[in-house]
């Protein structure tokens, strides 16, 4: 039987049986969630062989037993044990939320080690985080490059197309239409960002509004639909990949619902207190369960995006269909992984389509080509 064993044991046991430093090592943190063992599952399908870790080692036992993978338990609050093992590691692949209590801590150790990272993460102030280590991360030669998944690659890859389409565009306008169940770590996300409030971009700084403030009726591929403002990773990404200073991101809503959040507004004290975070994060992991492979298969995720010019009357609109969340996540973090193995220019903090280009979300499955024209 494979138990997980500690950091120490790990490294130690890795160089006895001849791994050198130099061979590519993979690390996925938090493969025992339900996104990072769908990634740990694919790695293995396409013949890589990561190291699973996280902060539990009798989560991390049955994978690492069926996968016939090495499993290491290790805490992100013990800092030298964990950038003395990454120093082995090449990419860490980071799947373990909340992404707002352990991006930094992981971000801080693969600077000191030496190691790539990326994350899987949708909240917009890890995508802050990175880019204000952007200096450290490039004076250390490795890359920072949160947000490998359904978060952001696809609204990141689009908007990078569109601004090409017009380089001095000032409004960038973004959203997605999907029918694709929550994992419980999205949906513990989206509880953290109830208290807050929504997100924009305007002239260049972002500016929180009232859930349910901005709506509008969008056609985000397969007919028109209202649709309501949220905070988005790309109100922060979006500006890195292209600087266009005003951006929204939308997703379609029912009116009714609209309404809902915005009665929720006058209560957002109350939504930021711990324990009612606490109390609600408690639901999610009673009644949440990821989508089957099944239902997985069966979801599409219509994308699209708005760029204009107002004072010279410049208008783009642009679309691509990926694959449902999950299976946009699962492949473009491989994707990434595989980029970063090979990669051999300046560290630093990118966004993915700043990493791999814009053409990254059309080379994953279930993706189609981004389409871009005046409607």
Wanted: with cysteine.
């Amino acid at each position: 039987m494979r138990h997980p064993i500690s950091a120490t044991e790990s490294t130690a046991n890795f160089k006895k049986q001849g791994h050198s430093v130099n061979k590519k090592r993979i690390m996925i943190y938090g493969a025992n969630g339900y996104t990072g063992e769908l990634i740990a599952r694919e790695a293995v399908a396409k013949g890589y062989r990561p190291i699973l870790a996280g902060r539990n080692a009798k989560k991390l036992q049955p994978l690492a037993e069926e996968l016939d993978l090495p499993a290491m338990a290790i805490g992100l609050d013990a800092t030298e044990t964990l950038e003395r093992t990454l120093r082995d590691i090449d990419v860490v692949i980071h799947c373990a939320g909340p992404f707002s209590a352990t991006a930094e801590p992981m971000m801080r150790a693969c600077i000191n080690a030496g190691t790539h990272y990326q994350d899987i993460t949708g909240e917009m102030e890890v995508y802050r985080a990175a880019h204000a280590m952007h200096a450290e991360a490039k004076g250390a030669g490795i890359v920072l490059c949160p947000g490998t998944g359904f978060d952001v690659i696809p609204t990141d890859c689009l908007a990078a197309a569109l601004h090409k389409a017009i380089p001095s565009a000032t409004h960038l306008t973004l959203g997605f239409d999907s029918n694709s169940a929550m994992s419980p770590g999205t949906a513990k996300t989206s509880i953290e960002s109830l208290g807050v409030g929504g997100a924009v971009r305007r002239n260049g700084k972002i500016e929180i509004i009232g859930h349910g403030e901005l709506t509008r009726q969008i056609n985000f591929g397969r007919g028109e639909k209202f649709a309501v403002a949220i905070p988005w990773g790309d109100v922060a990404t979006a500006y890195y990949s292209t600087e266009i200073p005003n951006i929204e991101v939308y997703i379609p809503m029912s009116p009714r619902r609209a309404k809902k959040m915005k009665r929720m507004n006058s209560f957002r004290w109350l939504l930021r207190m711990q324990w009612v975070q606490n109390w609600l994060k408690g639901k999610v992991d009673k009644s949440v369960r990821g989508p089957s492979e099944e239902k997985r298969s069966e979801q599409q995720t219509w994308v699209w995006g708005e760029v204009r010019n107002d004072r010279r009357g410049e208008r783009k609109i642009g679309r691509v269909v990926t694959a449902n969340g999950y299976d946009v996540t699962v492949h473009g973090s491989l994707a990434v992984m595989e980029f970063l193995l090979d990669y051999k220019g300046n560290g630093g903090y990118f966004t993915p389509s700043k990493l791999c280009g814009s053409e990254l979300v059309e080379r994953l499955p279930g993706s189609g080509t981004i389409k871009i024209g005046i409607d």
